[in-house]
């Protein structure tokens, strides 16, 4: 069974940063694109960031770019995302989304349950 | 690139079918096969019910299918249950892996 366990959210001043963790298990990590995508308050989805398998190529999202990083350690299966310059927009559920491709994300067949990041003075 | 279309809400009584429409644009809905929908209970994760516009992942029920036409996917659920209630999301590949989500459907059951 894959699963997928988001950690690191918390309360952050604006101009500040985070480094979130998804721990997985139940599948090769190392062979499958995975993702972060954002969850405002009551709103909608918001894909941020994924990294692709093996190789590690990385994307963003136009209004992370330059102040998140997406990486991946497949010696420990864990995927991370740092967030720096943080902005109150950011705050939001940040889900860990495993997909069902290698190279990129086309669609997101398992979830974690979220860790909430809130950007706040 | 903007967020997909999708109507706030929709509804229906225990039975019936309700169809979810999602209009992106020819550069992704209308330019790939690869439309997703997702169904999130409040305070829990999303969940991919289907796929490749209407490929199901094991254990979904096949009350769920999908369609697409043109640059509009559509999400039908048959036979509504009580535990439909939630909110449905698409998502479409847009190249250069760039997925977009619409802004999601509140169905109810009445």
């Known amino acids: 069974e894959v699963q997928l366990l988001e950690s690191g959210g918390g309360l952050v001043q604006p101009g500040g940063s985070l480094r979130l963790s998804c721990a997985a298990s139940?599948?090769?990590?190392?062979?499958?694109?995975l993702s972060w995508v954002r969850q405002a308050p009551g709103t909608g989805l918001e894909w941020v960031s994924t990294?692709?398998?093996?190789?590690?190529?990385?994307y963003y999202a136009e209004s992370v770019k330059g102040r998140f990083t997406i990486s991946r350690d497949n010696s420990k299966d864990t995927m991370y995302l740092q967030m720096n310059s943080l902005r109150a927009g950011d705050t939001a559920i940040y889900y860990c989304?495993?997909?069902?491709?290698?190279?990129?994300?086309?669609?997101?067949?398992?979830w974690g349950r979220g860790t909430l990041v809130t950007v706040s003075s | 690139q903007s967020a997909l279309t999708q109507p706030p809400s929709a509804s229906g009584s225990p039975g019936q079918s309700v169809t979810i429409s999602c209009t992106g644009t020819?550069?992704?809905?209308?330019?790939?096969?690869?439309v997703s929908w997702y169904q999130q209970h409040p305070g829990k994760a999303p969940k991919l019910i289907l796929y490749?516009?209407?490929k199901r992942p094991s254990g979904v029920p096949d009350r769920f299918s999908g369609s697409k036409s043109d640059n509009t996917a559509s999400l039908t659920v048959s036979g509504l249950q009580a535990e439909d209630e939630a909110d449905y999301y698409c998502?479409?590949?847009?190249?250069?892996?760039?997925?977009?989500f619409g802004g999601g459907t509140k169905l109810t059951v009445l």
């Open positions: 989304a495993k997909s069902q491709q290698g190279i990129v994300a086309r669609d997101f067949d398992s």
């Open positions: 139940g599948f090769i990590f190392r062979e499958y694109a």
């Open positions: 990294i692709s398998g093996n190789f590690g190529s990385t």
């Open positions: 020819s550069s992704d809905v209308g330019g790939y096969d690869y």
């Open positions: 490749e516009v209407s």
């Open positions: 998502s479409s590949y847009a190249g250069t892996n760039n997925p977009l």
